[in-house]
T-cell receptor
Framework: GDSVTQMEGPVTLSEEAFLTINCTYT??????LFWYVQYPGEGLQLLLK?????DKGSNKGFEATYRKETTSFHLEKGSVQVSDSAVYFC?????????????FGEGTQLTVNP | GAVVSQHPSRVICKSGTSVKIECRSL??????MFWYRQFPKQSLMLMAT?????????EQGVEKDKFLINHASLTLSTLTVTSAHPEDSSFYIC??????????????FGPGTRLTVL
């Protein structure tokens, strides 16, 4: 079945540091890929998504590129801020096998210190 | 666009009582809504998938008689935790699916409901 593996956290960075959170997936077909962010005590917010190979999703300075050859969708940001502190979830959906259901990674806690 | 609300945001109840949580899609129609449960520092656990006008599909291990789901309209789904016990205390999150069959359609999430059973 489908699965998503994220780099283990927690990740602690200083403000303005470069961020990478690794995400790899296994799927039988051609999934859509997502990054969601969860701030403390809140639900999930869609951060970015990509629907086919080589697509790049971007939002609020975050980027991720759908790499089919390496089955990866790593999240990057060039300069993090304290306000980026949150939990980040990588996820996929594959209509052909599971309809609109999402398969989530375990989440990566990011803490950015001033 | 694509805003999902949940009500209440936080509820405290006594053991043995029932609690209803509402999930609404405010600016779109959602043919499918999902209910998740999240334990501290963990990922989301899918509880059930709710399609408008039909019975919910529950994940393995989720008690359908305990977690009653109703999807009465294209903008409203409710989760009722019946005879709640302390072990039901958790963060419950709903999501609404925007599209019909297709690539790239997205789930949008509500802000969550913190349930505490005393």
């Amino acid at each position: 079945g489908d699965s998503v593996t994220q780099m283990e956290g927690p990740v602690t960075l200083s403000e303005e540091a470069f961020l990478t959170i690794n995400c790899t997936y296994t799927a039988t077909g051609y999934p859509s890929l997502f990054w969601y962010v969860q701030y403390p005590g809140e639900g999930l917010q869609l951060l970015l998504k990509a629907t086919k190979a080589d697509d790049k999703g971007s939002n609020k300075g975050f980027e991720a590129t759908y790499r089919k050859e390496t089955t990866s969708f790593h999240l990057e940001k060039g300069s993090v801020q304290v306000s980026d502190s949150a939990v980040y979830f990588c996820a996929l959906s594959e209509w052909e096998t599971s309809g609109s259901r999402l398969t989530f990674g375990e989440g990566t806690q990011l803490t950015v210190n001033p | 666009g694509a805003v999902v609300s949940q009500h209440p945001s936080r509820v405290i109840c006594k053991s043995g009582t029932s609690v209803k949580i509402e999930c609404r899609s405010l600016d779109f129609q959602a043919t499918t809504m999902f209910w998740y449960r999240q334990f501290p520092k963990q990922s989301l656990m899918l509880m059930a998938t709710s399609n408008e006008g039909s019975k919910a599909t529950y994940e393995q291990g989720v008690e359908k008689d305990k977690f009653l789901i109703n999807h009465a309209s294209l903008t409203l789904s409710t989760l009722t935790v019946t005879s709640a016990h302390p072990e039901d205390s958790s963060f419950y999150i709903c999501s609404a699916y925007t599209g019909a069959r297709g690539i790239g359609d997205t789930q949008y999430f509500g802000p969550g409901t913190r349930l505490t059973v005393l």
